[in-house]
Each structure stands twice: as structure tokens, then as C-alpha cells.
């Protein structure tokens, strides 16, 4: 199985900007997990992590998008962190059928927020990222 990207949609609610994607990754939720909850992980596809505290309501400060909280965190499936003047972004990991794995992704800002190309070319850096490695 190989990765791709399958969806992007953007909305825009007042002056709220609402990315979507679902990514098949292919690798298990598991072996995804630490790309999406790591320092080192998250540097490698998206930005450098000053501060990740791994748990609800721990400190979390993303290099050029700003410092804030985890608000949502459930090992292996859900990291969520919401950040002051960067809004929120949501990776929330499911099974899929292949051994894979599905990450359904949400990005909300306050005013003009990064576009879908921009995370487009971030998801191909987190297939290739991932899927260097072997089970």
C-alpha cells in the first residue's frame, strides 16, 4: 500500500478558515503516531517543536505558528493542539482495511489560513516520512 492524499476541502465560516484532508498513510496507527505527537516527528514534515507536552492540556509551542495548548490528546488516534493567533489543528488517526492507516486532518484559523497546496506538499513529506519505515 502507498500513501496518498484523497480529499481537501476548504471552507470559510465569517473569518474562520477550515482546511480538511484525509490521508492514507501506510503505515498502522501505531508507527504514524510519533510524526503526528513528537518533537522530532512533527519537525521532520511540518514544523520545528519548541515545547510538546504529551498530554490534555499540556504546553505546546510550534515554531512559526505560535504557543498554546494540547486540547484534545488520546494516544495513537487523536492530537490536537490550539495555538494563540495559529487556531487549532486536529490529527485524528483511524485503521483502515489494508493495515494502513487513515488520518482525517483539521486545520481552523482566524483569518487567512494556510492553503490546501501548502498542506498538500506537508502531507507528501509525512508519506515519505513515514513510510521509510518496516513492521
Known amino acids: 500500500m502507498t500513501g496518498s492524499i484523497e480529499q481537501g476541502t476548504s471552507q470559510t465560516h465569517g473569518n474562520t478558515h477550515i482546511l480538511h484532508f484525509r490521508v492514507r498513510l501506510p503505515r498502522p496507527m501505531e508507527a504514524v503516531w510519533p510524526a503526528l505527537a513528537t518533537p522530532e516527528?512533527?519537525?521532520?514534515?511540518?514544523?520545528?517543536?519548541?515545547?510538546?507536552e504529551p498530554r490534555l492540556g499540556g504546553t505546546v509551542a510550534l515554531r512559526g505558528v505560535g504557543g498554546g495548548q494540547v486540547t484534545a490528546w488520546d494516544v495513537d488516534r487523536v492530537a490536537e493542539y490550539t495555538v494563540e493567533?495559529?487556531?487549532?489543528?486536529?490529527?485524528?488517526?483511524?485503521?483502515?482495511?489494508?493495515?494502513?492507516?487513515?488520518?482525517?486532518?483539521?486545520?481552523e484559523v482566524e483569518g487567512e489560513g494556510e492553503t490546501e497546496p501548502v498542506w498538500r506538499a506537508r502531507f507528501e513529506r509525512l508519506i515519505d516520512q513515514v513510510g521509510v519505515g518496516t513492521d
Request: charged share 25%.
Open 41 to 52: 516527528g512533527l519537525g521532520g514534515w511540518w514544523t520545528a517543536v519548541d515545547v510538546l
Open 85 to 107: 493567533g495559529g487556531g487549532r489543528v486536529r490529527f485524528h488517526l483511524e485503521h483502515d482495511d489494508e493495515g494502513g492507516s487513515v488520518l482525517r486532518f483539521t486545520r
